[in-house]
């Protein structure tokens, strides 16, 4: 947000943009009420791990690709630290002098080339152990161009209420006289860039290599594990048994067979000579024998069923957004915070109501891009 890239912007200009945030709310709220999207339950969205399936794969995915990651990001600033003594640089003991020492190359690879390591990392994984699960979290790309169009529409409430969160968190740090950075080190990186192609890079690092890893581990990962098990699923059950259709109902048998007589002894009322109408075998139903006569059939097993629409908890799938949303706002600048939280939640309630990754990664998309885009022109900077 163009407020919260300049260094100390003037209670005016705070002003004048909540009110053009205030204007483009409109039409977001248009759309809210017309979706219903503001109702508590509708937060329920479709189911993303099936019943009676093992769910392990996600979270281990998570790991993996957070490690594909991290551990790249590690390993190639090693090599930097190595380069640089090389050289008789002294080695870095901050963060400070590991960002002076970096060349715009170090900074494209560890922005742009390190995530999408772990990206590929994670999807691996699960390509490997359980090809379904990429379908489970929504990431199939048939699913693409549907996501990206309920993205650009939640993108008409998200990001002005984004925007607003920004404006009110910049009210609260003149209020308290707290001093934050100017700009994102990426957004700082983008202006200064040597060359055009740095430049485009680093753009396209914040534009769609970030929305699309963050979205994969944070909403993709984090957050259907958390649902899940808020939910009470990811247990395997075991097998199904099912009922022979000639399960006695109390005493008395349901239809008559060759191996039983015509009339029932115990009451004397006529046996029908078959089924009732509308029932019989299908082709999952075991051909078994039926049991000789009195004698007593226990009741048959219940197969599992899945977890009704409505015994499912809207309270489990808003814990899991709110929870996701702590963990995605604290991995960014803390002075940053109070916005990265607001954006997560909306994009968790999209996901969450769509079942469909690439919507959030859409609307996260639509949002660093005009972020960017507004830093780069300079609108409403100081």
Known sequence: MSIIAAADPDLTSIAIELLVVAVLLVPGIIVLWKTGSYRWRSVLGPLRIPDRAEMWPVPVALVIGFAGWMGSAVAYTVLIGI???????????????????????????????????????????????????????????????????????????????????????????????????????????????????????????????????????????????????????????????????????????????????????????????????????????????????????????VAPQPLPELSRRPWASWLAIVITSVLFAVIHPLWTAPIIFVLAVVLGYVYERTGNLWASIGLHAIFNTISTTIYLLGVGQT
Do not use: C
């Open 83 to 301: 380069r640089s003594a090389a050289g008789g640089a002294s080695q870095p003991t901050g963060e400070a002098d590991l960002m002076a020492m970096l060349s715009p190359l170090d900074f494209v690879v560890l922005a742009a080339v390190t995530p999408v390591v772990g990206l590929i990392a994670g999807v691996a994984f699960l390509i490997l152990v359980r090809p379904a699960a990429v379908g489970w979290i929504g990431f199939k790309p048939g699913r693409l161009p549907r996501g990206l169009a309920l993205g650009a529409l939640a993108a008409l409430i998200g990001v002005p209420l984004t925007m607003l969160a920004g404006g009110i968190t910049e009210l609260v740090y003149k209020a308290i006289d707290f001093k934050h950075p100017a700009e994102h080190e990426l957004l700082k990186f983008m202006k200064e860039a040597p060359s055009m192609w740095i430049q485009v890079a680093a753009i396209l690092a914040a534009v769609a290599i970030a929305p699309l890893v963050e979205e994969f581990l944070f909403r993709g990962l984090i957050q259907t594990s958390l649902m899940t098990w808020f939910h009470g699923f990811g247990r395997l059950r075991g097998p199904v048994a099912y009922a022979p259709q000639w399960q006695m109902q109390g005493n008395a048998l349901p239809y008559a067979s060759a191996a039983v007589p015509a009339v029932d002894p115990a009451t004397g009322q006529p046996i029908p000579a078959g089924p009732p109408a509308g029932i019989g075998l299908s082709d999952t139903t075991p051909l078994m024998p039926p049991p000789e006569l009195g004698q007593v059939v226990p009741p048959a097993p």
